[in-house]
């Protein structure tokens, strides 16, 4: 070994200089602060045993597919019933928060194989999870965007701060031991509930909700991995990174928040500048009708081309051009094309307009839960019949709901009354109908020229399908048989166009379905 560069007072041995002009005390400064983080600070941490716990917990194994599948269950489920509880509790089953710690650990340290592990992990994860939550929104007959939803399909700034104060907060917690902060961690990122919607908007064929969604779980992703990543460096875990691998990486980071904050900039502008047109058109209404007067019911739709802007008021007195006037003020104010539609109400002051809105809040709410009513109604019946909700048909006026059913494997006339009753008992106010397919009619058989139970059962199941069908019936069988036959269906006024007296069997009564061709030249 080299003398000179083993002895520190060897001449031979450059010496650091001394600081000095005027950015001395900043220097020293940053040099006590240094050598008091790595003496009193990273001295302690064991990096061996926050390695094997990270990479113990960041790998695809048979025990993470089944709690994504679950966790991813439990979440959409929690959606669709716009529950916060249920949607918390799959958050905290949710196991991809191991795997993305690990990716960032790997990240620092410039471990590929365990990068690659981890980055498998969160792959299959996430198809897992869209998948199954997919598969659960395809079976379901909810399948509306509830406010849990919608909540998750815009993300903004807000959310990367939240997520890279909540991956300070967790990698601070792995690398010091204190396991139990992940539990508000993983609340805080919400993983899970962005992946279940993901999965929402890919079974309904929602691109917008897919979309925003999607974005939002890749933001939480790539922050919590990058600022774990930074944290491991930050505590000084040991790397196999060049310093010019490490400068790229880093790099990489900058780039990659910078890249995610501008978008979720604009969107977060976008919601302010919504907020602010809001409050606005309710300020500038309320104003313009005076302090007796009361806005209820303000709704604006940013979609629409021009912003439509909707409200109700109560006021003593009806102001004629209040549209107009209220549409040209925002329009200038904001510089866009603003619609203002205004629906006015003449009430007293006092507890007359009071009880005036009361009341028009209680009729939105009942047209509300109606409407609530008939979507649920609609797709309920277009799950059982195996067709597209826009196949039901609705009327509303007489309460009548009706659908033709599709052909399921196995499914006989009792089936689908079977259905119809069942959907009836949900719907006790309507009228539902639903008309089977074409297809095979029972056989009635006679014993000793009379119908047992079983026969009258499959002769009011053959009654009961042709009231729901266009077409008619022929009936064959011997002339005895179906004078027998023909008795019962004429006491439910019922009668059929063609009769035969071709008895394919002794004491049986076969039924058909009539083509229209055969309809048009067929005498009673």
Same mark, same amino acid.
């Not at 979440?75 to 019933?81: R, Y």
């Not at 999607?214 to 922050?223: R, V």
């Not at 007067?293 to 007195?317: C, E, G, H, N, Y």
């Given at each position: 070994?080299?003398?000179?560069?083993?002895?520190?007072?060897?001449?031979?041995?450059?010496?650091?200089?001394?600081?000095?002009?005027?950015?001395?005390?900043?220097?020293?400064?940053?040099?006590?602060?240094?050598?008091?983080?790595?003496?009193?600070?990273?001295? %302690?941490?064991?990096?061996?045993?926050?390695?094997?716990?990270?990479?113990?917990?960041?790998?695809?194994?048979?025990?993470?597919?089944?709690?994504?599948?679950?966790?991813?269950?439990?979440?959409?489920?929690?959606?669709?019933? #716009?529950?916060?509880?249920?949607?918390?509790?799959?958050?905290?089953?949710?196991?991809?928060?191991? /795997?993305?710690?690990?990716?960032?650990?790997?990240?620092?340290?410039?471990? #590929?194989?365990?990068?690659?592990? #981890?980055?498998?992990?969160?792959?299959?994860?996430?198809?897992?999870?869209?998948?199954?939550?997919?598969?659960?929104?395809?079976?379901?007959?909810?399948?509306?965007?509830?406010?849990?939803? =919608?909540?998750?399909?815009?993300?903004?700034?807000?959310?990367?701060?939240?997520?890279?104060?909540?991956?300070?907060?967790?990698?601070?917690?792995?690398?010091?031991?204190?396991?139990?902060?992940?539990?508000?961690?993983?609340?805080?990122?919400?993983?899970?509930?962005?992946?279940?919607?993901?999965?929402?908007?890919? =079974?309904?064929?929602?691109?917008?909700?897919?979309?925003?969604?999607?974005?939002?779980?890749?933001?939480?992703?790539? +922050?919590?991995?990058?600022?774990?990543?930074?944290?491991?460096?930050?505590?000084?875990?040991?790397?196999?990174?060049?310093?010019?691998?490490?400068?790229?990486?880093?790099?990489?980071?900058?780039?990659?928040?910078?890249?995610?904050?501008?978008?979720?900039?604009?969107?977060?502008?976008?919601?302010?500048?919504?907020?602010?047109?809001?409050?606005? =058109?309710?300020?500038?209404?309320?104003?313009?009708?005076?302090?007796?007067?009361?806005?209820?019911?303000?709704?604006?739709?940013?979609?629409? %081309?021009?912003?439509?802007?909707?409200?109700?008021?109560?006021?003593?007195?009806?102001?004629?051009?209040?549209?107009?006037?209220?549409?040209?003020?925002?329009?200038?104010?904001?510089?866009?094309?603003? +619609?203002?539609?205004?629906?006015?109400?003449?009430?007293?002051?006092?507890?007359?307009?009071?009880?005036?809105?009361?009341?028009?809040?209680?009729?939105?709410?009942?047209?509300?839960?109606?409407?609530?009513?008939?979507?649920?109604?609609?797709?309920?019946?277009?799950?059982?019949?195996?067709?597209?909700?826009? %196949?039901?048909?609705?009327?509303?006026?007489?309460?009548? =709901?009706?659908?033709?059913?599709? /052909?399921?494997?196995?499914?006989?006339?009792?089936?689908?009354?079977?259905?119809?009753?069942?959907? #009836?008992?949900?719907?006790?106010?309507?009228?539902?109908?639903?008309?089977?397919?074409?297809?095979?009619?029972?056989?009635?058989?006679?014993?000793?020229?009379?119908?047992?139970?079983?026969?009258?059962?499959?002769?009011?199941?053959?009654?009961?399908?042709?009231?729901?069908?266009?077409?008619?019936?022929?009936?064959?069988?011997?002339?005895?048989?179906?004078?027998?036959?023909?008795?019962?269906?004429?006491?439910?006024?019922?009668?059929?166009?063609?009769?035969?007296?071709?008895?394919?069997?002794?004491?049986?009564?076969?039924?058909?379905?009539?083509?229209?061709?055969?309809?048009?030249?067929?005498?009673?």
């Amino acid at each position: 070994m080299n003398n000179a560069q083993a002895d520190p007072a060897s001449p031979e041995q450059p010496k650091p200089k001394p600081a000095s002009g005027a950015f001395a005390p900043v220097t020293g400064s940053i040099r006590l602060f240094r050598r008091w983080w790595r003496v009193a600070v990273r001295a %302690d941490v064991d990096q061996q045993a926050v390695i094997a716990k990270v990479r113990e917990d960041s790998g695809f194994t048979p025990h993470f597919a089944f709690m994504t599948c679950m966790s991813a269950g439990i979440a959409i489920l929690g959606l669709l019933l #716009s529950s916060p509880a249920v949607v918390i509790g799959a958050m905290l089953l949710s196991p991809l928060m191991g /795997p993305i710690m690990g990716a960032g650990f790997a990240l620092a340290i410039g471990d #590929s194989v365990w990068l690659r592990e #981890s980055t498998k992990a969160i792959l299959y994860g996430t198809i897992i999870s869209v998948l199954f939550a997919g598969l659960v929104v395809t079976l379901s007959p909810l399948q509306t965007v509830t406010a849990e939803i =919608a909540a998750r399909t815009r993300p903004n700034l807000f959310d990367l701060a939240i997520a890279l104060f909540s991956a300070l907060a967790g990698a601070y917690a792995m690398i010091r031991g204190r396991m139990g902060t992940i539990v508000g961690v993983a609340i805080a990122t919400a993983l899970m509930p962005p992946l279940a919607v993901v999965g929402f908007g890919l =079974a309904t064929f929602n691109w917008s909700v897919f979309g925003g969604s999607l974005l939002l779980f890749f933001t939480n992703l790539m +922050t919590i991995a990058l600022t774990a990543s930074a944290m491991a460096r930050l505590y000084g875990f040991r790397s196999y990174l060049s310093e010019r691998q490490s400068q790229i990486q880093i790099g990489f980071m900058v780039v990659m928040f910078v890249g995610l904050a501008i978008p979720l900039g604009y969107s977060l502008q976008q919601i302010a500048w919504e907020a602010n047109v809001s409050r606005s =058109a309710n300020g500038y209404i309320k104003d313009q009708f005076g302090n007796k007067a009361r806005v209820a019911q303000l709704a604006i739709d940013f979609r629409s %081309d021009p912003i439509l802007v909707t409200a109700s008021v109560f006021t003593p007195k009806i102001l004629l051009g209040a549209d107009v006037q209220s549409s040209n003020v925002l329009s200038r104010t904001f510089d866009r094309p603003i +619609t203002v539609k205004i629906e006015q109400y003449r009430v007293e002051t006092g507890a007359d307009a009071a009880n005036a809105e009361l009341a028009a809040s209680q009729a939105q709410a009942q047209q509300q839960a109606a409407e609530i009513q008939i979507s649920r109604l609609r797709e309920n019946l277009a799950l059982i019949a195996g067709v597209s909700p826009d %196949d039901v048909v609705i009327d509303t006026a007489k309460r009548r =709901a009706m659908v033709t059913a599709k /052909p399921l494997p196995g499914a006989s006339l009792d089936t689908y009354h079977a259905l119809e009753r069942r959907i #009836s008992a949900l719907a006790s106010q309507w009228t539902v109908q639903v008309a089977p397919p074409i297809m095979a009619l029972p056989d009635i058989r006679l014993t000793q020229g009379a119908l047992d139970a079983q026969a009258l059962h499959q002769l009011d199941l053959i009654i009961w399908a042709s009231q729901r069908s266009p077409l008619s019936l022929a009936m064959n069988g011997s002339d005895a048989d179906r004078l027998v036959v023909a008795k019962l269906l004429a006491a439910k006024n019922m009668t059929v166009i063609r009769k035969t007296d071709i008895a394919e069997s002794p004491d049986t009564v076969r039924f058909r379905w009539l083509s229209p061709q055969e309809m048009a030249t067929s005498v009673p």
